[in-house]
């Protein structure tokens, strides 16, 4: 089967609707998701608690509920979803190799590319805790899977190592299931879920919470019998002496999410080794030519909300691509400076004569541009979050506080930004400073 599109999405989640829906109304006629599950919705359909939905819908959703709105939309707008489908490669020039047990070998070739791939877990191989290898260790995914898609228990006494959100959330929906989850146990000195998690999930059901603490080992022949955790001091060493000994028959990990992007590095696609995610401008444009990408394929979001709304950036710019409507650019590099771990976007466009020249007045960059960025460390008081060039500062924003597990989110006007840059700026850079 060959096939040719305007513009094709890899992946159905809330990022891949997103785009495929944006896409449309921006003019693209054929818009073809690719998913390789065998429905639309991604992650969203396991999580059944509320939460989502604050930022656009001003409304608290269950993810199913949220996911149905953008299911139903793309719909309506005749989005062509191909399910149970997995891509195998693409290629810088935007042609896309896939497989399904239908049709076999597929191959695609697309006016533009949004990678919508989003996250996985990280295992127990990957963080490495010594120990046996009995039955009964899962990712909190998995466990959210089992409990809420497959209706099955997966154990009765559990340890959960990491305040991740879905790790937290998976502590409340368990007790409410009937098990026993003991403690969570967090390797760094703060929370890494969201506060409200914290509250909602674990002090509403009195399930303990230890900070600078980890397993040290899992024990167990056939099934997981205990596990010895031990604190760390503010290098993350283990402190001798502080071992704790727990029985228990689950250990439950949330311990971070990747992006997923195996594929974007098939394309040549540049990534941060910050985020694990594709180097992306404020248009969602990756380094490959009408390659764009969006959602937690970029960076790991704290709110589906924003995760919609880069896919709404994307699937509109790659829509503009498809039609031909691409501009010379000149780029300026934006760093993560002081307090700050990481910043999307990782460059932007700056307007100079050759974009005027080509577009006259009509000029095609937006007025605003979306800055989404995490901190090294807890904030307790007021900050400022300001982007800078060199000494010059170009930008301001205060905050009550800020903690890494929380999304500093600004939307900072082009115009404004740009007319104090100063001519010799090579870079900008975030930093935060004491309000």
């Known amino acids: 089967m060959n096939k040719t599109c305007d ?56 993810g199913p509920a949220y996911a149905s709105n ?49 996250c996985r877990e990280r295992t127990r191989g990957q963080i490495r805790i010594p120990g046996t ?8 995914g998995m466990v959210q899977r089992l409990v809420n898609i497959d209706g099955l228990m997966p154990g009765n006494n559990f340890v ?27 390797l760094m000195p703060y929370l890494t879920g969201l506060r409200r998690n914290y509250v909602q999930c674990l002090q509403d059901f009195n399930i303990p919470l230890n ?11 056939d099934r997981v019998e205990a596990v010895e955790t031990i604190r760390v001091d503010e290098y993350l060493n283990p402190i001798t002496g502080t071992e704790e000994m727990i029985k228990c028959d689950s250990v439950l990990l949330s311990v971070g999410l990747i992006p997923e992007n195996e594929l974007s590095k098939k394309a040549g696609v540049l990534l941060d080794p910050l985020t694990g995610g594709p180097i992306v401008d404020e248009n969602m444009a990756t380094s490959v030519e009408g390659i764009y990408s ?12 924003y995760v919609s709304k880069a896919g709404f950036i994307a699937g509109r710019n790659a829509a503009m691509y498809a039609a031909g409507q691409s501009r010379p650019v000149k780029y300026m590099e934006v760093k993560p400076g002081e307090g700050v771990r990481t910043v999307i976007p990782q460059k932007i466009t700056i307007e100079d004569e050759t974009i005027r020249q080509a577009h006259g007045e009509d000029s095609p960059l937006s007025a605003e541009i979306l800055f989404e960025l995490r901190v090294t460390k807890e904030f307790p008081a007021r900050i400022s979050v300001d982007i800078m060039a ?3 500062a170009l930008f301001s924003h205060k905050e009550k506080y800020a903690r890494p597990a929380e999304m500093i989110t600004m939307k900072v006007d082009r115009d404004a930004l740009t007319a104090k840059l100063p001519k010799d700026a090579k870079e900008l850079v975030v930093k935060i400073s004491k309000a």
Do not use: W
Request: hydrophobic content about 45%; overall charge neutral.
């Open 160 to 186: 959960i190592l990491g305040s991740g959100d879905i790790g937290m959330i998976m502590a409340r929906r368990l007790t409410l299931e009937g098990a026993k989850v003991i403690k969570v146990v967090e």
């Open 294 to 305: 969006a959602g937690n394929v970029v960076t790991i979001y704290d709110l589906v909300d």
């Open 70 to 118: 953008f299911i139903e939309e793309a719909k309506q707008l005749g989005i062509e979803m191909l399910f149970d489908t997995m891509v195998l490669d693409i290629t810088p020039g935007r042609k896309i190799y896939a497989t399904n047990s239908r049709e076999g070998f597929l191959e695609f070739d697309a006016g533009s590319i949004v990678l919508a791939m989003g």
């Open 211 to 221: 900070l600078s603490t980890t397993i040290k080992r899992i024990i167990g022949k």
């Open 133 to 140: 290898r009995p039955a009964g260790v899962f990712t909190a």
């Open 7 to 62: 513009v094709i999405i890899i992946g159905a989640g809330p990022a891949g609707l997103a785009a495929a829906i944006e896409a449309k109304k921006n003019g693209a006629k054929n818009v073809l998701i690719i998913e390789r599950n065998d429905e639309p919705g991604g992650i969203l359909l396991q999580c059944i608690h509320n939460g989502f939905g604050s930022v656009l819908f001003k409304k608290d959703l269950p």
């Open 390 to 392: 060199g000494d010059t």
